[in-house]
């Protein structure tokens, strides 16, 4: 598939990690939206389709378990789209074994890892 015609969804509450992976993706010709928080995320997600949904897990308002949680009850079909962020790996490990989803990206993470996971899922 064409990076072009590939969507992305950044969801963080983190703007500067928001608008660097924005910045990053859209120069790679990735179409991107992005979302501040889980509440955000919800309501893109309720009726858009995105290929790749980078998830951080520590979020105000709704965070990334609940966001998970959605798209299990909701969206199931999106949940293998999901590459989580996070600088809880303990947290993630956790996760790993409840739902679906792609990989887990520590934070700090490397730019490298994250073109990887959106260009090449699962």
Do not use: W, Y
């Not at 983190?14 to 309501?43: N, Q, S, W, Y």
């Not at 997600?45 to 909701?74: A, H, K, Q, W, Y």
């Not at 679906?100 to 993470?109: E, G, I, T």
């Amino acid at each position: 598939m064409p990076h072009s015609s590939k969507r992305i969804l950044i969801v963080d509450d983190d703007e500067p990690i928001r608008v660097l992976l924005d910045r990053v993706l859209r120069k790679e010709g990735f179409t991107v939206e992005t979302a501040r928080d889980g509440c955000e995320a919800v309501d893109k997600l309720s009726g858009e389709n995105f290929d790749t949904i980078l998830l951080d897990l520590r979020m105000p308002r709704m965070d990334g378990f609940e966001v998970l949680g959605f798209l299990e009850r909701n969206r199931p079909e999106l949940t293998e789209a999901v590459v989580l962020m996070t600088a809880n790996l303990p947290a993630a490990a956790g996760v790993s074994g409840q739902g679906r989803f792609q990989r887990v990206l520590p934070k700090p993470f490397d730019l490298h890892e994250v073109l990887e996971a959106v260009r090449n899922p699962n």
